[in-house]
Every structure is written in structure tokens, then in C-alpha cells.
């Protein structure tokens, strides 16, 4: 997506708001230097919402793969070159 990202992962050994902040904190700098730009790339804070049952991680994978295909950007989710999901 051209302008936010869906994860679906596990957590290991590592708080959410600690891996959002080194994934936002990582590709702000390489997207600078790779930009010649500098300054804050992403908004503040972020959304999540927990999978508490086995049996819901397929549907949400696949919410997540067709996204693109609701945006409009492919005509097929196999399209999309940043798709993956060991779930669906």
C-alpha cells in the first residue's frame, strides 16, 4: 500500500510499541538517506488489534493479502510484489 502497511505477526521476546517504534525508527533513516531528505516520516502511534483465536489468523491474512485488490492497485493479489503470508 502507498501509504500504510498490514502486519499480521507473532511476537517474540519483544513488546509491540518497542517493534513499531524500530521499524518506523529504521526506515526513517534509510528512507532519508535514501531520499536526501530529512524530517519525521510516519504519523504518530499506530493501530492493532490482537488475534486472540487459532482459527481467526486465515481470515485475517486474507483481508490483509486482498487489500491491495480493494485499493485498486492489482487486478490479482499475486500481483502485488510486497504481498506474503505463510497463512493463507
Do not use: C
Not at 15 to 37: M, Y
Amino acid at each position: 500500500m502507498p501509504d500504510h502497511f498490514h502486519w499480521l505477526i507473532e511476537l517474540q521476546n519483544i513488546e509491540l510499541s518497542k517493534l513499531i517504534g524500530r521499524t518506523k525508527s529504521r526506515s526513517t533513516v534509510a528512507l532519508n538517506r535514501a531520499l536526501g531528505r530529512v524530517g519525521p516520516l510516519w504519523q504518530e502511534g499506530f493501530h492493532d488489534r490482537a488475534i486472540r483465536r487459532e482459527e481467526d489468523l486465515q481470515a485475517v491474512a486474507r483481508y490483509i493479502v486482498a487489500n491491495p485488490l480493494r485499493a485498486g492497485l492489482v487486478k490479482k493479489a499475486g500481483e502485488y510484489p510486497l504481498w506474503d503470508a505463510i497463512w493463507v
